[in-house]
């Protein structure tokens, strides 16, 4: 009988894990059922009592976990990192964000900036608006979600730049990634996998875990907008 092995993941790793790594695990004649979600809004499930067999995070949320006892931290392994950056709709002229001054022009200039409450790239995005002194400019016209692709908001024309993981920018078909944040405002997010404690299938939990591990797999993260932390070179 075909056993199904169950995962929690933040979007960041979604266009790396559809790609290649997912159907080269069902390949090998596994099946899986995979709940997509921020990091913060997986948080609040796993503290509402939800679990799976392994959960996909960012670092410090899974040392929480560790350290809370919900997943075993001996199984935590590093396997991407993620940075943040600017998307418009495909086909559309993508601003300058080469440097700080012209990224904050861009978004100024801009009729409305998509960004997301619940995941990292909003969180950060806020505080980074803050900073550069252009917060009220930018939140009147901001086009703020709760979860989800910000990137969605630039094909229903609610708004012409949309703030995300690099990587989740390039989930969503007809948009383009301007570019990622210059580097004196970048900021780089850990993602690793760790078992559940009481994960339902401990052995193929472990399976998965090494599959993500592969030289293929550190190639899948640098084809979707990520930066592989397992030390493979890629192709």
Avoid: C
């Amino acid at each position: 009988m075909t056993k199904t092995l169950h995962i929690m993941s933040t979007l960041a790793v979604e266009v790396a894990f559809k790609a290649t790594i997912l159907p080269g695990w069902t390949a090998l004649g596994h099946e899986i059922e995979i709940n997509w979600n921020p990091t913060a809004v997986l948080m609040r499930q796993i503290r509402a009592g939800q679990g799976a067999d392994v959960v996909v995070l960012i670092d410090e949320s899974l040392q929480e976990l560790a350290q809370a006892g919900i997943v075993d931290a001996a199984t935590i392994t590093p396997i991407a990192q993620a940075g943040f950056g600017l998307g418009v709709r495909a086909g559309t002229a993508a601003p300058d964000i080469s440097t700080p001054e012209a990224f904050r022009n861009a978004l100024v200039n801009a009729r409305a900036v998509a960004y997301s409450q619940a995941g990292a790239s909003g969180i950060y995005f806020s505080e980074l608006i803050q900073r550069l002194g252009i917060a009220e400019i930018v939140n009147k016209r901001a086009v703020i979600i709760p979860a989800g692709f910000t990137s969605e908001k630039l094909l229903t024309g609610e708004a012409d730049l949309a703030v995300q993981q690099v990587s989740e920018l390039m989930s969503v078909e007809g948009v383009d990634v301007a570019g990622p944040f210059p580097p004196e405002l970048q900021k780089h997010t850990d993602f690793s996998a760790a078992i559940f404690t009481k994960a339902a299938d401990r052995e193929l939990a472990e399976a998965f875990i090494a599959h993500l591990s592969t030289p293929e797999a550190s190639q899948a993260y640098e084809d979707g907008g990520l930066r592989s932390r397992l030390g493979h070179q890629a192709r």
